[in-house]
């Protein structure tokens, strides 16, 4: 089927929404060294401050993900961008560690569900060839908005105070919240054209599965490790957005300068990883249908490339090569989560891909929980900073290569005929 060129729209708007998506999360970390300042907040305190922002990030999104199967996409997505737009303009007013704390849970509440809605919206636009670029393009986004979004912060920060930063954003996700109040649409069907979700009715039965029969699924192999793969991802990211700042600035002692290269750059990469593989692996399906040669042997490579990166640029002694491993670094582990929405849409019917991604953010976002403050307690508690940051990226990149080389290994759907996807009822796990 073709793509309505409708589609490209929406998937722009999307993009727009997570370029916002992601500068909400990660601009804590630029403004850390401030703050931690201001409002005399240990290494540890500062670690739950990054680890609150997931306390309610998982739970909404198990909860309201499984909800965009069933309710109406635009109004779900419409809602949760107020909440980030409330919250970016209310932030500036925090003056303790517990109002700090509940605007980041309250943030992590809205933005949980972010994900899941855009795979169901993209999956209502956009056929299975075209998976990979629409989940790679909503990503890219996510990479590219830190990547042009934290130098300025910084300088905005630098000049004025770290309040002027949440301000800024908060006016950016009022502009994206209007434009998809304006454009954005529910499906294909709203302006007349006949959509994938009626396509995939013509392979996939009509009936939607419940959650008692959906739960036994995620205990199969391919979901787990899935999960934990794009697991390790976000313990890595969560460690980028609370404290490579903060790393860059205290350990490393870049000047201004080079400490915005420092933050930009992770995510210039980022965001070309995101597309670029997006695009390998979409090329690859079209020419296989083999999700394993498409999707699963580039993310599990690149997840354990990022290992090795992130360690050699942990014990790097010059500055010139840190650099460059930390920005290779945090673009290769983002490749998982630009395909692992794609072969999601493969294991589960689409009638359930909104469960199915719910809990697999869910699940992988709460290593995002305990990273920045298992990150904190390293710091804190070692002889000095740059010996506690080393502790770190060495724990973090061995986990990362385990179960990059594990996911590689042990994820292997099984091929599929027309006549058994036309009998399947819920998922092809």
Known sequence: MNTPKYSWIILLILVASGMVNQVDKIIIGLVSVPVMKELHLSPSQWGMVGSSFFWFFTISSFILGGMADSKNTKKMFTWIMFVWLVVQFATPFVSSLSLLMLSRMILGAGEGPAISISTSIIGKWFPRDRHGIGFGAVLFGATIGPAIASPLLLSLINEYSWRAAFVAMGVVGFIVLLLWIIFGKESPKEIGIFTNEQEDRNTVIKNKVSWKQFFPHIFSKNFIFTAVCAGCAYWLLSVQAVW?????????????????????????????????????????????????????????????????????????????????????????????????????????????????????VALSSSTSIIAPVIFGNFIEKAGSESIGYGYGFMVTSLVMFVFGLLFWIAVSPARQTSTTNKVEEQVIL
């Open 244 to 360: 490579f700042p903060a790393y860059f600035s205290k350990v490393q002692h870049f000047d201004g300068k080079t400490l915005k290269m420092a933050v930009a750059l992770p995510f210039f990469f980022a965001a070309i990883c995101q597309i670029g593989f997006a695009l390998i692996s979409d090329r690859i399906y079209r020419k296989t249908k083999d999700i394993r040669k498409a999707r699963i042997n580039l993310a599990g490579i690149s997840m354990m490339l990022s290992a090795v990166c992130l360690y050699i640029g942990s014990i790097a002694n010059s500055d010139k090569i840190a650099i460059l491993f930390f920005i290779l670094a945090p673009g290769f582990a983002i490749v998982i989560l630009s395909l692992a929405p794609a072969m999601l849409m493969e294991f589960f019917s689409p009638k359930n891909i909104g469960k199915a991604q719910g809990t697999y």
